[in-house]
């Protein structure tokens, strides 16, 4: 069965709203825990997150298991389901022996005794829970590593048994080629269509470790590789250090057929472009979002809030990124940007985002949901859960004092 899946339920439904993370989706569920079990195991066994390495669910996944008394057998029986689904149930797990539960917490320890990607599941143990809970498996693991090279084993539990490998010895760096040649010669080798792409990406590399240099701005439409599809890598950092010196230009770059150098002017735009570019930059949402470019509108979205009121024409935009993108690192920045921009409904929206699966929406329900019924309760829920972030425990502790105060 495949581990990946993109197909996701609609937004408004139980199933997508798991999908994506949504606190709304979390208090439905606990309206009847039965007919919602299936769904969060589902959401366990196949990966839902857009960006596995930036959105968060392990947290949200585990309070819902806990929450609607779900058994935990399905969700173990996923450390033996590939190596993804394996990685996702242990971090479900891992979270609920913090929260105490026995069950799950040798569940894991045990699966590090037999299981497949038992390295895997014991440096993820490791780095969460207290050395006591871990310490004694070190015995175990000498005996499956024997005869293996330790070449990759690196931090914990490794370095506390003195069975990691050795770290690479490197030597001290040398010069970057052309770290000699001034700005000048540089300029000159970039503004040469005969100079090959690996001197011309040496050449940005110096000038992005030496500061904004203005005598890069008409060159770089030039500055793509050979495909016509990407753009040479230390253009990027050049690019932004030149920050608002690059505006008039970006404006142009921002209307160009190449991808790469559209995402550029419209990159720069975004961070220091006037009102003026509202528009520019609402047609880059509108088209992201038919295209269902679900990574990158958040910083479109940062740039529109700068302007406030003045962007009232991306509002609808950014309801809907935040209704349905999968993308849940990305959705407190379109929250973020309607306050800015029209907080008209917001504060209908804040409370659920306490229930949210990212930190960062978290706490901007702690910050902003209006004093209500429920409220004053789900704050104690996230100052007192040993799951949670400390930056939450922490906002919603000092939150729950200003109530009382």
């Given at each position: ?9 609609p ?22 825990p ?14 839902w997150?857009?960006d596995?390495q930036?959105d968060?669910?392990?947290?949200y ?39 105490g ?27 969460a ?35 990691a ?19 000048a ?21 110096v ?33 932004e ?6 505006v ?35 047609a ?13 509108p958040?910083?479109t ?7 406030g009121?003045?962007a009232?024409e991306?509002v609808s ?16 920045a ?5 306050a800015?921009i ?12 306490l229930?949210d699966?990212?930190a ?15 409220i ?6 996230l ?7 400390p930056?939450v425990?922490?906002?919603?502790g000092?939150?729950?004092?200003a109530l009382?105060?």
């Amino acid at each position: 069965m495949a581990e990946r899946r993109y197909e996701h339920a609609p937004a408004h439904t139980l199933p997508g709203l798991l999908q994506r993370g949504r606190g709304l989706g979390a208090r439905m569920a606990q309206e009847d825990p039965a007919a919602a079990a299936e769904l969060v195991y589902g959401c366990i066994r196949w990966e839902w997150r857009w960006d596995r390495q930036a959105d968060d669910r392990a947290l949200y996944l585990a309070r819902l298991v806990r929450d609607l008394a779900l058994p935990l057998g399905p969700v173990v029986e996923l450390l033996a389901a590939g190596a993804d689904a394996c990685e996702r149930a242990t971090r479900v797990l891992e979270l609920l022996a913090l929260d105490g539960s026995a069950q799950a917490r040798e569940a894991l320890r045990g699966y590090v005794r037999d299981g497949e990607h038992w390295q895997d599941v014991l440096e993820s143990v490791a780095a969460a829970w207290p050395v006591e809970w871990w310490d004694d498996l070190a015995g175990m693991a000498r005996e499956r590593l024997r005869g293996r090279d330790r070449a990759e084993l690196w931090g914990e539990p490794w370095d506390r048994w003195g069975l990691a490998g050795p770290r690479p010895v490197r030597g001290p760096r040398g010069p970057k080629p052309l770290a000699e040649v001034d700005n000048a010669g540089l300029l000159r080798l970039l503004a040469d269509p005969g100079e090959t792409e690996e001197r011309r990406t040496a050449a940005l590399d110096v000038i992005d470790d030496r500061g904004p240099e203005p005598g890069v701005i008409p060159l770089v439409p030039s500055l793509g590789k050979a495909d016509g599809k990407h753009l040479l890598w230390p253009l990027i950092g050049v690019v932004e250090k030149l920050g608002a010196l690059a505006v008039p230009d970006a404006r142009e770059w921002a209307r160009a057929e190449k991808g790469w150098l559209a995402g550029l002017g419209y990159g720069v735009l975004a961070g220091h472009g006037t009102v003026q570019d509202t528009p520019v930059l609402v047609a880059r949402l509108e088209r992201d979002w038919v295209e269902r470019r679900w990574c990158g509108p958040k910083r479109t979205a940062e740039g529109l809030r700068r302007f406030g009121p003045g962007a009232g024409e991306a509002v609808s935009l950014l309801r809907r990124f935040w209704l349905w993108t999968p993308h849940s690192y990305e959705r407190a920045a379109y929250l973020e940007a309607l306050a800015a921009i029209d907080p008209t409904g917001l504060d209908a929206v804040y409370p659920e985002c306490l229930w949210d699966c990212e930190a960062d929406a978290r706490l901007l329900g702690i910050a902003h949901a209006p004093d209500g019924p429920g409220i004053g309760g789900r704050l104690a829920y996230l100052r007192d859960d040993p799951m949670e972030e400390p930056e939450v425990r922490a906002a919603a502790g000092e939150r729950l004092a200003a109530l009382s105060g």
